[in-house]
């Protein structure tokens, strides 16, 4: 099993951000509502997740980093309109596979009734042992790619694997503005954001996390149609490289690549001619689970819409709308 994890552990796990990006979404799905993360080396020596959510269960920690083991589905047919960011069941048990990872679970008020549970690399059984933590669970992973050497090899510098760790990083906090997260990286703090859910907050995040002449240049849009909803905030396109990537659409709460929206984007844009600029944008589509399907790829960033027509033609018509009011 140890050898199937590492496997496994190469479509999971392919650099510090990934193991953060999981980490989090585990987090998010138990509730928590205070989320910090640290890291040392970019994540190659030291990854840790902290959350005050659910905990875990002490006869379902020895599980939970075991391959398949997911408490987020319990049959295929949850697996039609999944609404949890994991249901796999295979994030803990690849970076355990993969790193020293220690894991710290509490699941009451009383932070004496914490455990501990350890899996290192190829050993084979996790070890638990009593240890005190507040309510919550806290992830630590020491070491990526100790044990698999040609992975290390992959690895790029500190700075490099950091970036990727705070793209993340945004992504993340993007698609959950209640939640507070803390982003800190060789003993400073990069991020400091408080969780809340008016659009004044969103908007300070935003400022944030992707400059304050993102929101200069951009209108705010709030459009619904039988069973979507789409909001957020459509950019000028900037001149500056640096901004050419602020392209984030989530749905329903999880961000995503998809090449169905990237058209209607483009398109919507084309139309109202920008030329040779970068669109940017931070979208949210919102529609039933039962209308999208995202067990499409195991990094879970594309979608599949049931009625993907209608979708392309709601996002392009209110795009093409939002973008006529701010054309220069
Ligand atoms: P998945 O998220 O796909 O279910 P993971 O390997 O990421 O699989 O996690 C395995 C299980 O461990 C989860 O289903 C969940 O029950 C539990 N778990 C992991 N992280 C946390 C956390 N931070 N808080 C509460 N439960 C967690
Ligand atoms: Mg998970």
């Known amino acids: 099993p140890r050898l199937a994890n590492q496997i496994a552990a190469g479509e999971v796990v392919e650099r510090p951000s990934s193991v953060v990006k999981e980490l989090v979404e585990n987090a998010i799905d138990a509730g928590s509502s205070r989320i910090e ?10 990854i840790q997740v902290r959350d ?4 875990i269960e002490h006869d379902d920690l020895g599980l ?11 049959s295929l047919d949850d697996l039609e309109g999944v609404a949890s960011l994991g249901f796999r069941g295979e994030a803990l048990a690849a970076t355990s596979a993969v790193s020293r990872l220690e894991l710290y679970s ?19 059984a996790p070890r638990l042992s009593p240890a005190p933590h507040p309510r919550g669970t806290t992830v630590t992973v020491r070491d990526l790619f100790f044990n698999t ?21 945004r992504r993340l906090a993007l698609s959950r503005q209640d939640v507070d997260l803390v982003l800190r990286h060789n003993q400073k703090t990069v991020h400091q954001l408080m969780g809340g859910n008016s659009q004044a907050a969103m908007e300070k995040r935003i400022a944030q996390l992707l400059g304050r002449s993102f929101l200069e240049n951009a209108i705010h849009i709030d459009m619904a149609a039988t069973g979507l909803a789409l909001k957020g905030w459509v950019g000028l396109p900037s001149h ?14 999880r961000v995503i690549r998809d090449r169905l929206v990237a ?13 040779g600029r970068h669109p940017v944008f931070v979208l949210y589509l919102d529609l039933d689970a039962h209308g999208v399907d995202v067990n499409v790829h195991p990094t879970k960033h594309e979608v599949r819409f049931r009625d993907g027509r209608l979708v392309h033609d709601f996002l392009f018509s209110s795009l093409h709308r939002a973008l006529a009011e701010v054309r220069p």
């Open 240 to 253: 500056t490289r640096s901004q050419a990537d602020q392209q984030y659409f989530f749905v329903n709460g």
């Open 263 to 275: 058209h209607a984007v483009r398109q919507a844009y084309r139309d109202v001619l920008f030329h």
């Open 37 to 46: 993360i640290e890291l040392e080396s970019g994540g190659s020596r030291l």
């Open 106 to 124: 509490n699941t009451s008020d009383d932070p004496v009734n914490g455990w501990r549970v350890v899996a290192e690399g190829r050993e084979m």
């Open 149 to 169: 050497p040609a992975r290390r090899k992959f690895l790029r510098t500190e700075k490099t694997e950091f970036n990727h760790v705070e793209e993340a990083f």
């Open 64 to 74: 939970a980093l075991s391959r398949h083991a997911t408490s987020k589905i319990t």
């Open 52 to 55: 005050n959510g659910s905990g």
